[in-house]
């Protein structure tokens, strides 16, 4: 982190300071993010890259994918965590249909990403000659482009459910003819999500962009968690490849219930939580008295 800092000026995280990291073994560090806050937060504590998720449909949303989410509402979340992101690189993720119709249809919408949210990059699912033709199209427009190969969520009804990806031979080598066609495509990362270790460990040896894991093991070039499943705070068991480092849900909750407690108790608020005012003031609002009142 230390890296990042000229003269007590915080300095922004670009794609060239992850390719660097990449050729210096440094390890990139990536959460996603979905508010100001969360944003603010992580950003402080040193996150290299945010992720503007589509997750955000399960974990903010309440969708039972992110199959619905809409573009209107990717640009909602990720300007609030552009705002907060000082040194964090911002990645949009394009959302379900937002990119697979056509070229123009891609461009058209990683240009509304980046230019009314302030994200500095867009991430794709999937690969194959059309993900590479619209990569290459949005990279052309001065958009970097991050990939996403292995377990896509987007084509989770396609693949038969959230399974691990590139077990076989068939599979493991489509990724990687995949990976391969992405950089060349001028995609400058890739996220390589439930892929098997030994398989993520060549991919990063093969290419010369990053690799952010996600369930792929410790040798790709970063790592990326979804914060909710981090702080134990999805309403879900956190799968497999998630770790949590703060049971965040558990502290919420904790403080919610003790704050109906003694709000039903009385307890709370008590006169310091609350603002004074001169008892002049109060004496001139009382009513007059009920002998007074009779006498008039």
Known sequence: MSAFFMGGTVLKVTVNTLKEMK???EKITM???YDYQFARILDAAGADTLLVGDSLGNVMLGYANTLPVT???????TKAVARAAKRAFVIFDMPFMSYQVCVEDAVF???RAVKETGAECVKLEG???LAAEVTAAIVECGIPVCAHLGLTPQSVNAMGG???QGKALAKAKEILDHALMLQAAGACMV???AVPWKLAQILTEKLDIPTIGIGAGPHCDGQVLVVHDMFNMSGRVPPKFAKVFEDVEKIMTRGAKNYVKEVKAGTFPETSHSFA???AVIAKLKPASRKKAARK
């Open 277 to 279: 005012i001169d008892d």
């Open 127 to 129: 690969g194959g000659p």
């Open 162 to 164: 959230f399974v691990v």
């Open 23 to 25: 050729s210096n073994g």
């Open 109 to 111: 919408n990683a240009g």
């Open 71 to 77: 573009m209107d509402e990717m640009i909602h979340h």
């Open 31 to 33: 959460l996603t993010a």
């Open 191 to 193: 996220v390589l999500e």
